[in-house]
């Protein structure tokens, strides 16, 4: 009985350890992504100390590191947001000195309210040996980061009570991403908040690496026909020639679209159900990718409905969403035409439908067009979770 007692014993333990090692082998790691506390509601520029004026959308490829400082530090430790000599050691050091890090900068705003405060700048530089371009300093007190409402309330309306600064945004150090999202938020007095901005940057590099990664070439949609006389012998569908009047009253046609990239819907002014959730969404994707800087990009709403939404009625609808007729035409015109050129050319229903909400039957998507007019892709345009995908994707064609 012994001898069998261990036979079974040895069996269930040596299965066990066979499994163990299978799924050690067999199993991936889960890479979980920096959370995200917000993002920048619009482009905003500032003067270095140099005099030089710099966009924050030159800094869109870069991972950027945002925080104040005073010219006093690190002398008078009380005038110093946070400690100097930590954050030389943990960061800059860093920054000059690995490679790995060669796309990430530092801007810092000076809260000292001095006449001469550029010169005082400069003269801080060379006292704490600080000489990499990749450190930028400001006397602008003002960065539109800290207006973001984080868990705790607005830290640049309040005051710090810690350390009696005018703002608790002064003790704070953010870091953005390449997508201008805020990914990470310190309380950089504090060395081990320090220690923790390098391993999150080095997370972020991570997570653009894994994404790169597994990117893939958008696929060209629609029907494909064998043509010799084009380049690699495939004719892909493209979206027939159109010509609507927008918001504006002005004659929008598809020849000032191309070169451009597209984002397409079909809505209605009156739709009780799916289009405020569509536009709203629209919106979103549009300041995205105006926070992103992204150009040549153009965002086109077809009325289904357009006996009733006239030029006057769509300017109206979209002043209601404050969105930006820059490039967002909201375009009627002959119904029919609107109808075939959704059905032939964008490949999505509409039509008039007594028993659909609002009257009209339509598509929900959005609709992702190239610069060379062809369909790259369709996202569920109610889906929230869908925007960061479509910037992501308008993206890839823009390179």
Not at 45 to 52: A, I, Q, R, S, W
Request: with cysteine.
């Amino acid at each position: 009985m012994k001898k069998k007692g261990f036979i079974v014993l040895s069996l269930i333990f040596g299965t066990f350890a066979v499994l163990t090692l299978s799924l050690k082998k067999c199993s991936k790691p889960v890479f979980i992504p920096q959370p995200y506390f917000g993002e920048l509601s619009a482009p905003f520029e500032f003067v270095d100390f140099k005099g030089d004026t710099i966009s924050s959308c030159s800094l869109n490829d870069n991972i950027v590191l945002y925080n104040f400082l005073s010219v006093e530090c690190p002398n008078d430790f009380e005038k110093c947001p946070f400690r100097l000599e930590w954050f030389k050691i943990k960061i800059y050091t860093e920054l000059v000195g690995n490679l790995g890090f060669k796309d990430v900068k530092v801007v810092t705003s000076f809260i000292d309210t001095l006449s001469e405060i550029n010169s005082r700048i400069e003269q801080f530089r060379k006292y704490n040996a600080i000489d990499s371009d990749k450190w930028i300093m400001t006397s602008n007190q003002y960065i539109p980061y800290f207006d973001n409402e984080f868990s705790r309330g607005n830290p640049w309306l309040k005051k710090d009570t810690l350390f009696g600064f005018d703002r608790e945004a002064y003790l704070m150090t953010l870091l953005v991403d390449k997508n201008q999202q805020i990914r990470g938020k310190y309380l950089t007095y504090n060395f081990g908040e320090v220690r923790r901005i390098t391993k999150e940057i080095s997370l972020l590099i991570r997570e653009e690496l894994e994404q790169d990664s597994s990117d893939k070439p958008l696929p060209i949609l629609g029907n494909k026909d064998y043509d010799p006389s084009v380049e690699g012998d495939t004719a892909y569908h493209h979206i027939p020639y159109w010509s609507f009047v927008d918001q504006m009253g002005d004659t929008i046609t598809k020849q000032e679209m191309k070169g451009k990239v597209c984002l397409v819907d079909f809505f209605f002014s009156h739709c009780p159900t799916i289009c405020p959730t569509m536009t709203m969404n629209m919106k979103r994707i549009q300041e995205k990718v105006g926070r992103e800087c992204l150009s040549n990009v153009e965002f086109i709403s077809y009325t289904v409905d357009p006996h009733r939404d006239s030029v006057e009625r769509l300017y109206e609808y979209a002043n209601s969403y404050n969105v930006n007729f820059d490039n967002w035409h909201m375009m009627t015109g002959d119904q029919k035409s609107i109808y075939e050129l959704g059905v032939n050319g964008y490949l999505v229903p509409n039509q008039e439908d007594a028993l659909a909400p609002g009257g009209f039957l339509h598509s929900e998507k959005m609709i992702l067009i190239d610069q060379q007019q062809r369909i790259r892709g369709y996202y569920d345009g109610t889906d929230g979770e869908n925007i960061s995908k479509i910037v992501k994707d308008i993206k890839k064609l823009l390179l």
